[in-house]
């Protein structure tokens, strides 16, 4: 059939339900964008290509649906690489358009000329340049059919030239895969280590929210052993925070009661997940990776199996459908032996934990540090990160879509929330990129308009989406809700000079004249600051309703003290000694 390169391409897009494209527009991508309004795919226009790909691995996270993220070859390219990146470690099928310079003039040093298949090498799961204009479709329906089997961002790279050409061609059928059960002898194997286990543990990780039925499979599995269920750093949402064998999330600010009962596992079913590092650091000063344990590990990717842990079964498959045959292997008196004591210890921990958490006001100093201290005494009547995030929990509806960000106020409250269901909790994830909280947020709320959805961040991780605020005012944007944590300090590295760099505060501080709030404001939205913890939450609680009954967007501007809770990684600093010793006097303030 022929028809123009565009055409074909567009149809492709159609025919894979592609109806959402988040980036600016640029000549390049002109021809394709042209339809966009024809086919049903809506463009949406955002103020900077980085929160463009936030905003697409938002939608795409909330909803399961593949969007897709373009702009301009590039600048407007190379503006994505941290959002990729960021898609590629949380593991979102996305589909990366990126138009190329002209075949006539690559290689000349042209204008807006990159090295674009080169520079996302390492941060797509799957790429491909197009080769020739007959091939767009093949081409294309192999990318997204990449993007969806490997469970991450997935390049087209197309010179622009390319398009406008007029070609016989056929529209290819979407390619489906399925998913694998893992290998027959080792989820037998796995099975009679779980029914031997006296102290068995679950740790769910991304794959089983990301696995169709992952999330019920692994309830069922839990329930037949009542074994307490951990998660990974960041997927508070892979288990029911209601059901009474969830434990809590494992790493950075979790859960103790968690760390406590999978430190005494003798055998860990880690399921769906990679084992990355950083989500089983060490917690509140607790080595709680069980060493002796028996470890299971289940992902869909055979290279992270064993890659950060010992492993004893390795198991290449989809979450739910490994969870399921290991059940239907278990033996008959599987999760027997200590199951009273267990579920008891399970009850009483929790509950411990709970307390605990609840009770917890302000942030504690190091021995020799005394920051927080002065933190209080410099603004006594403001709130502290506990109080805020207490008094968000108050508000915050069963139902909603979180994002979080990167920043030390947002770290504080990784304990805090649970969910019913998947795809609730968005976290900028392993690559650790500032500023996605708001775009992400944006993203969910576009592929979840009946849910209400609230972003978090940090001042100064916020400061980098800020300009988003001038583009998600206009009609056709969603309304959303987004809490800015001011405290006038990049906190995290905030905290890191006060434990080793004797408060050398180089870098951290922020404008005290800025108000979001008022940014808000200037962008037609509603900008309000909050105080005090009643304030917080009626003030959340008023945000929510204008969100879903009057499609208002409402930022909240939370006033905190400066506080600063644990830094992000104490394995990785030291502290810094002398030896040569620097002085601004050897400064050659003549060079050129």
């Known amino acids: 059939m022929k028809m123009t390169t565009e055409e074909a391409f567009v149809k492709t897009l159609q025919l894979h339900g592609i109806q959402h494209a988040f980036g600016i527009i640029g000549s390049a991508m002109m021809p394709i964008s042209d339809l966009f309004p024809a086919a049903g795919i809506q463009f949406w226009d955002c103020a900077h290509e980085g929160s463009a790909g936030f905003m697409s691995d938002?939608?795409?996270?909330?909803?399961?649906?593949?969007?897709?993220?373009?702009?301009?070859?590039?600048?407007?390219?190379?503006?994505?690489?941290?959002?990729?990146?960021?898609?590629?470690?949380?593991?979102?099928?996305?589909?990366?358009?990126?138009?190329?310079?002209?075949?006539?003039?690559?290689?000349?040093?042209?204008?807006?000329?990159?090295?674009?298949?080169?520079?996302?090498?390492?941060?797509?799961?799957?790429?491909?340049?197009?080769?020739?204009?007959?091939?767009?479709?093949?081409?294309?329906?192999?990318?997204?059919?990449?993007?969806?089997?490997?469970?991450?961002?997935?390049?087209?790279?197309?010179?622009?030239?390319?398009?406008?050409?007029?070609?016989?061609?056929?529209?290819?059928?979407?390619?489906?895969?399925?998913?694998?059960?893992?290998?027959?002898?080792?989820?037998?194997?796995?099975?009679?280590?779980?029914?031997?286990?006296?102290?068995?543990?679950?740790?769910n990780g991304a794959g089983v929210v990301l696995s169709e039925g992952g999330i019920d499979a692994s309830i069922k599995l839990a329930e037949r052993l009542d074994a307490p269920v951990c998660v990974?750093?960041?997927?508070?949402?892979?288990?029911?925070?209601?059901?009474?064998?969830?434990?809590?999330?494992?790493?950075?600010?979790?859960?103790?009661?968690?760390?406590?009962?999978?430190?005494?596992?003798?055998?860990?079913?880690?399921?769906?997940?990679?084992?990355?590092?950083?989500?089983?650091?060490?917690?509140?000063?607790?080595?709680?990776?069980?060493?002796?344990?028996?470890?299971?590990?289940?992902?869909?990717?055979?290279?992270?199996?064993?890659?950060?842990?010992?492993?004893?079964?390795?198991?290449?498959?989809?979450?739910?459908?490994?969870?399921?045959?290991?059940?239907?292997?278990?033996?008959?008196?599987?999760?027997?032996?200590?199951?009273?004591?267990?579920?008891?210890?399970?009850?009483?921990?929790?509950?411990?934990?709970?307390?605990?958490?609840?009770?917890?006001?302000?942030?504690?100093?190091?021995?020799?540090?005394?920051?927080?201290?002065?933190?209080?005494?410099?603004?006594?009547?403001?709130?502290?990160?506990?109080?805020?995030?207490?008094?968000?929990?108050?508000?915050?509806?069963?139902?909603?879509?979180?994002?979080?960000?990167?920043?030390?106020?947002?770290?504080?409250?990784?304990?805090?929330?649970?969910?019913?269901e998947g795809r609730k909790y968005l976290a900028p994830g392993l690559f650790g990129p500032c500023g996605y909280g708001l775009p992400s947020i944006v993203g969910a709320k576009i592929g979840r308009p009946d849910v209400p959805v609230v972003g978090f961040a940090g001042d100064g991780a916020f400061g980098i989406a800020v300009n988003e605020l001038t583009a998600i005012g206009r009609p056709e944007w969603p309304a959303i809700t987004q809490i800015v944590f001011r405290n006038y300090q990049w906190g995290a590295e905030k905290r890191n000079s006060t434990l080793w760099f004797d408060d050398n505060f180089v870098g951290t501080e922020l404008d005290m004249q800025v108000s979001y709030a008022g940014i808000a404001q200037a962008c037609g939205l509603i900008g309000v600051q909050a105080k005090s913890m009643d304030e917080l939450t009626e003030m959340l609680n008023q945000a929510i309703k204008d969100q879903m009954e009057n499609n208002k967007t409402t930022l909240i501007e939370v006033i905190l003290n400066q506080e600063l809770g644990e830094p992000f990684r104490r394995d990785a600093m030291k502290k810094p000694v002398k030896v040569a010793g620097v002085s601004k006097d050897d400064m050659n303030v003549a060079a050129e």
């Open 58 to 203: 938002g939608y795409t996270r909330a909803t399961g649906k593949m969007s897709m993220m373009i702009a301009q070859n590039g600048p407007g390219i190379t503006n994505f690489v941290t959002a990729v990146k960021t898609a590629y470690w949380n593991h979102t099928p996305l589909l990366l358009v990126t138009p190329q310079a002209a075949n006539k003039t690559i290689g000349q040093g042209g204008f807006q000329e990159v090295e674009q298949m080169k520079l996302f090498e390492d941060m797509v799961a799957y790429q491909e340049e197009v080769r020739d204009p007959s091939r767009i479709c093949e081409v294309l329906t192999r990318v997204i059919a990449k993007a969806h089997r490997l469970s991450g961002p997935a390049q087209i790279n197309i010179p622009r030239d390319f398009w406008t050409q007029v070609v016989d061609i056929e529209i290819p059928e979407a390619i489906e895969f399925e998913v694998s059960p893992g290998g027959e002898n080792s989820v037998a194997k796995a099975a009679e280590l779980i029914s031997n286990a006296k102290n068995p543990v679950i740790l």
């Open 232 to 420: 990974g750093y960041q997927h508070n949402d892979a288990f029911p925070g209601s059901h009474p064998l969830f434990a809590g999330p494992l790493g950075y600010n979790g859960s103790k009661a968690g760390m406590q009962l999978i430190s005494e596992a003798d055998v860990v079913l880690c399921l769906g997940t990679r084992l990355n590092p950083f989500s089983t650091l060490p917690g509140y000063g607790i080595d709680y990776w069980p060493t002796d344990a028996k470890i299971i590990q289940v992902d869909i990717n055979p290279d992270r199996i064993g890659l950060t842990k010992k492993v004893t079964v390795g198991i290449v498959g989809d979450a739910a459908k490994v969870a399921n045959g290991i059940l239907d292997k278990l033996a008959d008196d599987a999760g027997d032996a200590g199951r009273q004591e267990r579920k008891d210890k399970i009850a009483q921990t929790k509950s411990a934990w709970k307390q605990e958490l609840s009770s917890l006001d302000h942030e504690q100093d190091d021995p020799g540090t005394t920051w927080n201290e002065r933190a209080r005494e410099a603004r006594p009547d403001w709130m502290s990160p506990r109080q805020a995030w207490r008094a968000i929990q108050a508000a915050l509806p069963r139902e909603a879509i979180i994002s979080s960000d990167i920043g030390n106020n947002c770290a504080i409250g990784n304990a805090y929330p649970d969910f019913d």
